[in-house]
């Protein structure tokens, strides 16, 4: 399995900006997608995940109600919408995937995600 993150870039704060993590080697339409971040000095963070097949969608508190995870089957992508962009959204972006969860999904732990991408740089600026 591989993911490939883009669309990351400089932005200033109160713009939109959507990340996209294309898939190859499985179908996302079965599986766990999510986003992570990593900002400068803080530990990974989950920021929005999706487990399709049972509909159930988690956005972190900071993120919430500004951010909205997708996908399009088809091209077995899965996007990261950000609006309202603010600088403490800084950070390096990673979408992963969860192909073993049968309970409780999407889960929240980076541990159970199995596949990463190499991540994408978001930086907004004030």
């Known amino acids: 399995v591989q993911l490939q993150a883009s669309g990351g870039g400089l932005v200033q704060a109160g713009d939109s900006l959507r990340l996209s993590c294309a898939a190859s080697?499985?179908?996302?339409?079965?599986?766990?997608l999510a986003w992570f971040r990593q900002g400068p000095g803080k530990e990974r963070e989950l920021v929005a995940a999706?487990?399709?097949?049972?509909?159930?969608?988690f956005y972190g508190a900071a993120v919430l109600g500004r951010f909205t995870i997708s996908r399009d089957n088809p091209k077995n992508i899965v996007y990261l919408q950000m609006n309202s962009l603010k600088p403490e959204d800084t950070a390096v972006y990673y979408c992963?995937?969860?192909?073993?969860?049968?309970?409780?999904?999407?889960?929240?732990?980076?541990?159970?995600?199995?596949?990463w991408g190499q991540g994408t740089l978001v930086t907004v600026s004030s």
């Open positions: 992963a995937i969860d192909t073993r969860c049968v309970h409780n999904c999407p889960r929240r732990d980076p541990v159970h995600y199995d596949s």
């Open positions: 080697g499985l179908m996302i339409s079965n599986n766990v």
């Open positions: 999706s487990d399709w097949a049972s509909g159930s969608t």
